[in-house]
């Protein structure tokens, strides 16, 4: 009792804290190995190596890489230094776009997750009443969504969507290229781990910033603003679907996490909780900011806007038609 006596009093600074803290513990880490991966990326990865494993069709390569979350799982904390680190080496833009988008969903984490808070998924067996609907949803929609991002990337060089120290690395390396130079890290085992490591440092202090920013906006907005003020647009798709859009931007959810704070939510209806679960990966505030450590910033705001009208329009139909097709066992 004594001890309880002495703790502080609730305040609304300490509150803001308290929130800042929870969500730089839970992506920071993922952060951390995002850019250790693009270290040993920029050390280890030969040049151009995927270029020349993914097919030299355009399009193609772009639906591929919409599954490239299968083979390298990571969520939206980690992907911006990792595809950052893959365009400087040689993987086109429209994939790295379409793999940076589709990854935080894509992938079996998130899979399981989404199963597990909409119980779709119990022990070893289906549900019977879930039918796992949102799961196919959430990974076939988000699929969906980053590909035709990734398509319409095609249209643009990397001068026209990246930052301009970026772009002139990659203009850098195809010069090299063509004049037959190639500067390789040192090439011992040791000096490529210690190239590594001062690459993801560099990396990791870099995208930690925007982060940062991103989750002190956060921390204000969940702690400060009535969170109950949103079941009064519940009741209606038309206010339902873009206002829990513009809650996933503000709550900067991990996409591990995200379907269990979703599936309570029963006020509203299934599509506007698949949009929350697309947009939300793809879009948020502190990613907002880390976009902004690779591309322009005129791009970073198109990518907002597009991406909100078009999880917006196709949230609720496709819910419909996943619903439709989905034959209960």
Known sequence: MIFLAD????????????AFLSIVFEGAPYILIGTIFSGIIDAFLPAKLL?????KNKVLATLIAGFLGLVFPVC??????????????????????TYMLSAPIMNPIVAISTLTAFKEFQGLSWATAGNATMTIARL???????????????RFKPGQVLRTS????????????????????????????????????????DTAMYFAIGVVITSVFNTQINQGLLNTVAGNDWLAVPSLMGLAIVLS???????????????????????????????DIKLLFMYSSVFQRKVVVSLLIGLFILIGLLSGPWMNLVQHLYIKP
């Open 51 to 55: 270029d020349r494993v993914l097919p």
């Open 166 to 205: 970026i772009a002139n690395k990659i203009e850098n390396a195809a010069a090299e290229d063509d004049h037959g130079h190639v500067h390789a890290p040192a090439a011992s085992f040791n000096g490529k781990l210690v190239h590594a490591m001062r690459s993801s440092m560099r990396d990791f202090l």
């Open 140 to 154: 076939s929609l988000g699929y969906l969504v980053a590909v035709i991002v990734g398509l319409v990337v095609l």
């Open 76 to 97: 939206e904390c980690a992907v911006v230094p990792v595809i950052r680190r893959l365009v400087q080496k040689g993987l086109p833009l429209s994939c790295a776009v």
């Open 7 to 18: 703790l502080p009093a609730p305040s609304r600074m300490g509150d803001i804290l308290m």
């Open 253 to 283: 959810l991990c996409s591990t996490s995200d379907a269990f704070i979703a599936a309570p939510m029963t006020a509203f209806s299934m599509a506007a909780k698949l949009a929350f679960l697309v947009f939300g990966p793809m879009m």
